[in-house]
């Protein structure tokens, strides 16, 4: 019974994951093109360089999503083969099984582990990317005020 749990735990985490970074591609895919309707009719100025840096961070957060799904999907695929090879080894000799499957999971640690970091780089990249857009686009907003006032 505590398999089925971990399973369903690990099923709703995964999930719970993709969902959040789903929320945040959309979110930076859609910064990008309302950042782009604001200043469509205006001529290019200083005033612009906020507002573009914002749009390449939404860019950069969009990209890191897009790999870290990347990553997240690696894994998941070296997860299945070494299940897959855990039920091919039953054909083997019990000893030789165990010698392969040793070598296997240690060779899946080890891609799994780097992955993982590259995972969390790229996650984190995500968020921090949107936020810094988002406080960029205000500074943007902000000047722009200031310059109609002015």
Known sequence: MSENLE????KQFKASQERYVYFLLA???SAIGFAMTQSKV???AWIHLPLGLSVML???SFFAGLRFIEYSTS???QNQNYMAFKRELRSFHEDRAAELLAEFKSKLNETVERQAGKMKLYGNT????LLFGALLYI???IL???AIDA
């Open 139 to 141: 500074l943007w907003h």
């Open 58 to 60: 939404w860019a950069v």
């Open 75 to 77: 894994v998941t695929f």
């Open 144 to 146: 722009r005020m200031g």
């Open 126 to 129: 995500q968020s921090l990317c």
């Open 27 to 29: 979110a930076s895919a």
């Open 7 to 10: 399973l369903e735990l690990s």
């Open 42 to 44: 205006e001529p290019l």
